[in-house]
């Protein structure tokens, strides 16, 4: 598997949220590799996209997204799980792609569908926020296979408190996929 580059992280937010898409996320962690594929994604498009948590400015959970592409943005929500965004773009525009949902590849026994339950499966946790996703025990990689694939777009979830962004067609996630959190 090839790892990411930087580059792939610093372009728009929505193209690299849909060619997310049959990624890879690799989790090395006390001597187990967890693998899973990418298959439901989340485009928050930086401070003014009232959805974002870049859209309450430059905070102390929220620096990460206004860093360099290609880090992990972690916070909990609910006080109970967990939640992972990829930073795309160029420092200080603070978007970033939510994570929703991984089809199990290697080492995952756990419900893998829905960002909290994404997280837990692959022992992604507040250690993590504002990892290089460049390093050698957590980052995305390129699927070894060319499978094709079709991508649905669809408003994203749980944000209905951000008024017309709440209905941008933001969410993408594979056509099909039995691991995707809501159809």
């Known amino acids: 598997m090839q790892k990411l580059s930087r580059k792939f ?20 962690t006390h001597g187990i590799e967890r693998i899973g594929k990418i298959v439901e994604v989340e485009a928050y498009l ?12 430059l905070t ?18 609910y ?36 960002p909290g339950l994404l997280c837990k499966a692959l022992a992604i946790n507040k250690q993590l926020n504002a990892h290089d996703l460049m390093s050698d025990n ?20 749980g944000v209905d408190y951000a008024g017309h962004w709440a209905k941008r067609l933001l969410r993408f996630y594979i056509k099909g996929n039995c691991f995707v959190s809501k159809l």
Do not use: W
């Not at 992280?9 to 090395?28: F, M, N, P, Q, S």
């Not at 967990?82 to 930073?87: A, E, F």
């Open 79 to 114: 006080g109970m799980y967990y939640c992972m965004n990829v930073v795309t773009e160029r420092e200080g525009h603070a978007s970033a792609v939510l994570l929703r949902a991984v089809e199990p590849i290697k080492n995952i026994d756990q419900r893998t569908q829905g």
């Open 46 to 57: 930086g401070p003014h996209d009232n959805a974002a948590h870049s859209a309450k400015g």
């Open 138 to 157: 957590f980052y995305i990689a390129a699927a070894d296979d060319s499978a094709r694939f079709s991508i649905v777009k669809k408003p994203r979830i």
């Open 9 to 28: 992280y610093d372009r728009d937010t929505i193209t690299v949220a849909k060619e997310l898409l049959g990624k890879y996320l690799v989790h090395h």
């Open 60 to 77: 102390d959970r929220t620096k990460v997204m206004f860093g360099p592409p290609g880090h992990a943005y972690v916070y909990l929500i």
